[in-house]
């Protein structure tokens, strides 16, 4: 009788682990989930849209920015991107952009952050990761930073890469690749016939600038520790270009 008392006793009681197991089961697996967190919504103006499947919800001001999330702007609407690294990140009208992969050297840089521009005007600003980490792509180009101020344009059949400061290496996805060192240098990447070139000028037919309303120079950035998030839905103090 005691011997049966006791065995019942050792189930019961590795039953209540079990159930305790499978309790905790649920809070570690979102552990991961809320380690993803890469940057914020710093400025939203209008329809920003954070892409899941088919469906897409609202991103507000102070929104976290999660590893491979999409996110979209409507027509006539903005929106600029603070990474964890203080790397700034603004989008036009009508733009779509992937955070593909993100590796974090320590709370405030990256070993490797990859962006998928799909469409849409953008502007990129370094921030304290290794210049290295970087790596930007559109659906024609890659894009290497070398502490660095881009404007990019992605298009189904063209992408144009402007640098406003710093230096960055554009290639093609077949590894024809040109230099960019001078303010203004600019990679214009083309597809025509299935045939893909890239051709350098100084004379770009494009800027950031004119996507956002802004006179002719940088965006200013935000330090990601210090982004105070402004949603007033029109942006009149121009957050969104540095004005």
Known sequence: MTASIVRWEMISRHYILLVLAISVLPLVASAPARAQRVGEAAVVKNQVIRVTGSSGTQINVGDALLRNETVRTGADSAARLVMIDSTNLSLGPSASLTLDRTVFNDEHSYREISIRLTTGAFRFVTGHSDKNAYKITTGLAVIGVRGTTLDIRSQWLKSIVVLQDGASQVCTLSH???????????????????????????????????????????????????ATPVDDGSDPTGMLCGR
């Open 176 to 226: 024809q690749c040109t230099m960019l060192t001078q303010p203004g240098d600019t990679a214009v990447i083309s597809s025509f016939n299935g045939k893909v070139t890239i051709q350098k000028t100084n004379n770009p037919p494009w800027t950031f600038a004119k996507t956002c309303g802004a006179a002719a120079g940088l965006c200013s950035t935000t330090q990601f520790a210090d």
